[in-house]
């Protein structure tokens, strides 16, 4: 089971843990995750669909435990301006005004779409409401987050992208917060993911699912993956081993053989 930690606990200490207790960089269990995948995948394969079948962390998630993201613009706008943030904190940006400054950046990046559109069509008091909501989650995140040191090597929405069974299947991926290097000779990656949701039983599926993507992606095994909500400044924290990593491949081949299904 995760473990818990309460908003008011520094979120880097959470995922850094003890550097006296990391084990050994773990290099050598890449190759066979990703044959283990390969060889589930040929169990069930019959025809190459077209386009690829694309895997996310969504695709892991309960969609009970994502309702209002699903079904609620306001809500999907409210998520992507708290990952602003995070992008924001993990950069030592000063932040002035969270709905401001967040809504800003998030227009720079963004020139179409429907999330787009729905927010050149706010009026005032959507807006405000909006904006509300956002500082909401806003002071939540600050008060665990902290201030990131740049030691820590802290890298934000990191995208991950692992090809599959000939380029069929696509196992795609963003890290919120990454922390930590791939080149020592002790695991110190940690992966954070942030929710605007309550946490749920979806929630663990994605974080193995980021665990594994990662470490087909670079080849090592990260030390922690982490998801924090935003609503209820509850933070779950997984160690990454073996047995967290086939559990994933498991979640993966039980996502892929829906998707065959219903392809």
Not at 76 to 88: I, K, P
């Amino acid at each position: 089971m995760p473990t818990l930690s309460e908003s008011h606990r520094n979120v880097m200490e959470a995922l850094r843990g003890d550097r006296k207790r990391r084990p050994r960089v773990d290099t050598s269990s890449a190759a066979g995750l990703r044959a283990m995948l390969e060889d589930g995948i040929f169990e069930f394969w019959t025809d190459a669909p077209e386009p690829p079948l694309i895997v996310r962390a969504s695709s892991l998630r309960n969609v009970k435990d994502t309702t209002d993201i699903a079904l609620s613009n306001h809500a999907r706008l409210r998520g992507v301006l708290v990952h602003e943030l995070v992008r924001l904190f993990s950069v030592g940006a000063e932040i002035s005004s969270a709905f401001d400054d967040a809504f800003r950046a998030w227009q720079l990046e963004t020139v179409a779409g429907e999330l787009f559109d729905y927010a050149q069509r706010l009026d005032g008091d959507d807006l405000a409401r909006l904006a509300t909501d956002v500082m909401s989650h806003y002071v939540t995140l600050s008060r665990a987050l902290g201030v990131i040191p740049a030691t820590f090597q802290p890298r934000s929405a990191v995208r991950a992208s692992v090809m599959m069974h000939g380029g069929t299947i696509v196992l795609r991926d963003v890290i919120d917060l990454m922390v930590g290097t791939t080149l020592g000779e002790v695991a110190s990656v940690a992966l954070f993911d942030v929710t605007t949701s309550p946490l749920g039983t979806g929630a663990e599926r994605s974080m193995r699912y980021h665990a594994l993507v990662q470490t087909l992606r670079s080849g090592v095994v990260p030390l922690r993956t982490s998801v924090f909500s935003s609503a209820t400044g509850e933070m779950w924290t997984l160690d990454v081993d073996g047995e967290l990593l086939r559990r994933s491949v498991n979640d993966v081949l039980d996502v892929l053989r829906a998707m065959v299904k219903h392809a």
